[in-house]
């Protein structure tokens, strides 16, 4: 490909002069640590606009579709990299884990092929209607899944011909920094605009808050905990919100019992339970709970006694008064279930995955999302009251919920009832994003907003072009 001058229109009375074509990584005038990081939030923006006009103006879909495959590819080759990475800044979740998850977001993100054309022919002409960019994307990720969520956002983003600007968990920006230079020489190297992806170097609330008054900045994405939620959908913006969930499953007596046991403990403790949609409390009936207790044992599990629950929920969950909530001690968010084990004093092999204990309905574990490898399971009497309680537990977050059985009226009931974003029959929690099942992935679920399983199309305006007569 031969190399051309582009000169730029002029936008906030900056003007640059840039090569397209050529694949050398250039010089910032900005400080910044990698490609696409810069010192202040305003340069980020304004880069990143500029990237995504030249983008729109000079770069075709099968373009954009190379640039992605160039990030699938650099997201592969260095995903023991980010893997370590995250577990070094965040000491979070579980190094072999992390490896699965970038695999899955590098394999299984949707690309161009997500975005299609409505058309309308006749005697009066052709109509179409073409799923278009935004422009620049705000986007704001997780400390739980922060370079995954950063690389599928920005995959679906450009696949949809806009460019990004990552406002990170602060608990994460070295990963996220990394992450955003990854694909920055990725997109370079196949030949496509600099700093289409960019984030601050320092992440705050400040710099979220310029990101969503900037004018250029029509749509903000955001994958989080409720309070991040609240404020996008407060900024008067169009906006996703991928909201926290605290996903049941329930048990009934039709059910495969090991096989739900084995799937529900590997579902648990994949990533020590950092997943949003990893399963997070069981409610079995009581017929068959002693049998996927014991079956639960043979899965790397230690069971707890009640002098040892209250131990452990002394350890990881804070009250501030008698009448307040609890809350989770974030210092255990993600850790390895032997360090909670040795802490409370019960002995445990060093293979030891998930913590699993016996309580009521609305005990703290139930109705907290812990993120941590930690099971409570309560006993139900039938249906009606599984379902009760998995409704209690969910507490209309809208997100993902879990059945094994084989029961089509039990499993219909439940789906219904609970009207999650992700129901999974009879598998774990992450074949409903695309891991041993059918469909494709993402990091960012959005209940609250309702796109659901977001992907390229989601990051799109639609617009109609006709020609009558
Ligand atoms: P978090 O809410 O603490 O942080 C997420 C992001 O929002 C960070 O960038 C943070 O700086 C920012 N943030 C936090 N509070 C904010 C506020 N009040 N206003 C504006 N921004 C704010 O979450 P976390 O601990 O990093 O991640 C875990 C949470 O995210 C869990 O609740 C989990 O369920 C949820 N999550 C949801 C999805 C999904 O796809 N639905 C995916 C991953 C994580």
């Not at 001058?5 to 010089?27: A, C, R």
Request: with cysteine.
């Amino acid at each position: 490909m031969k190399k051309k001058l582009l000169v730029l229109p002029q936008t906030d009375n900056l003007k640059i002069t840039t090569n397209i074509g050529g694949n050398k990584l250039k010089k910032s005038n900005d400080k910044k640590l990698y490609l696409g990081v810069f010192e202040k939030v305003e340069s980020a923006i304004t880069k990143a606009i500029y990237a995504q006009k030249q983008l729109n103006l000079y770069y075709k879909k099968e373009d954009r579709e190379r640039l992605i495959n160039s990030i699938r590819k650099a997201t592969l080759e260095n995903k023991e990299t980010l893997s370590k990475m995250i577990l070094d800044e965040t000491h979070m979740g579980r190094y072999e884990d992390k490896i699965l998850k970038h695999e899955l977001v590098a394999k299984y993100t949707p690309g161009t092929e997500d975005l299609t054309t409505t058309a309308w022919s006749g005697d009066q002409g052709l109509t179409l209607v073409e799923m278009s960019p935004y422009g620049v994307i705000g986007a704001i990720t997780p400390s739980t899944n922060p370079t995954e969520t950063v690389i599928c956002n920005s995959i679906g983003m450009i696949a949809a011909g806009n460019a990004v600007v990552f406002n990170g968990h602060p608990g994460a920006k070295k990963s996220v920094a990394f992450a955003v230079d990854m694909i920055n020489k990725a997109i370079i190297t196949s030949n496509g605009p600099e700093n289409l992806v960019t984030t601050v170097e320092n992440p705050t609330m400040e710099s979220l808050n310029v990101i969503m008054k900037h004018p250029y900045i029509k749509f903000l994405c955001g994958t989080g905990g409720p309070g991040l939620i609240k404020t996008l959908l407060n900024s008067g913006k169009k906006a996703i919100g991928a909201g926290a969930g605290n996903p049941p499953v329930i048990v009934d007596d039709s059910a495969d019992i090991k096989k739900a046991a084995k799937n529900i403990i590997e579902g648990c403790s994949f990533d020590n339970n950092l997943p949003c949609i990893a399963e997070k409390e069981v409610f079995v009936f009581e017929n068959v709970a002693n049998d996927l207790i014991d079956n639960m044992l043979e899965n790397h599990v230690v069971l707890l006694n009640k002098n040892q629950v209250s131990r452990l929920l002394d350890l990881v969950l804070e009250k501030n008064d008698e009448n307040s909530e609890y809350t989770i001690n974030k210092k255990w968010v993600g850790k390895d279930a032997k360090l909670f084990l040795d802490k409370i004093g019960v002995k445990a092999p060093d293979n030891v995955r998930c913590i699993i204990c016996e309580v009521d309905a609305n005990h703290p574990f139930v109705m907290t999302e812990l993120m941590m490898p930690i099971l409570p399971i309560v006993r139900v009497k039938d249906i009606d009251n599984a379902i009760e309680c998995a409704k209690m537990a969910e507490q209309r977050k809208r997100h993902s919920a879990y059945m094994y059985s084989k029961n089509i009226d039990n499993l219909n009931r439940f789906e219904k009832e609970i009207d999650t974003t992700i129901f999974v029959k009879n598998a774990k929690s992450f074949a409903g994003v695309g891991f041993g099942a059918e469909g494709f992935t993402t990091f960012t679920i959005a209940g609250p907003t309702g796109e659901g399983i977001t992907s390229a199309r989601n990051f799109t305006r639609q617009r109609r072009c006709v020609l009558a007569g």
